[in-house]
């Protein structure tokens, strides 16, 4: 499909021709610091983007479960309480990541 593909032009000085090629578009992807971890209540966790495909760029953090542990916009997570709670980073791309958070 044609947007599955980057068009890239570049002009010829010494021909005056134009050459255009074809370039497949990247998959989006998008890791994050760690994939599960365990917190003890009022602990904090600052969770970060490792690996993400360019130029995508952070659209928010989010919590399963807030009365389980808090994410703001930074990454930055609290436990609030004991259980379980998954957080989820999403990147305009529409691609995410989790850590799951288990809080003792």
């Known amino acids: 499909a044609a947007s599955d ?11 005056s021709k134009v050459e255009e090629k074809k370039i497949p578009k ?6 994050i610091s760690c994939k599960s971890k365990t917190l003890k209540v009022g602990e904090k966790l600052k969770l970060k983007i ?6 995508d ?5 989010t919590t399963g479960n807030k009365k389980v542990a ?5 990454g930055k997570v609290s436990a609030v309480k004991k259980g379980k709670a998954t957080i989820t980073l ?4 529409g691609c995410t990541a989790t850590c799951k958070v ?3």
């Open 70 to 74: 808090t994410v703001n916009k930074k």
């Open 90 to 93: 999403k990147m305009k791309s």
């Open 57 to 61: 760029v952070l659209k928010s953090w």
């Open 26 to 31: 990247l998959k989006a992807t998008v890791s």
């Open 5 to 15: 593909v980057y068009k890239r032009q570049r002009f010829c000085y010494t021909c």
């Open 102 to 104: 288990t809080v003792k």
């Open 50 to 55: 490792k690996k993400r495909t360019y130029p």
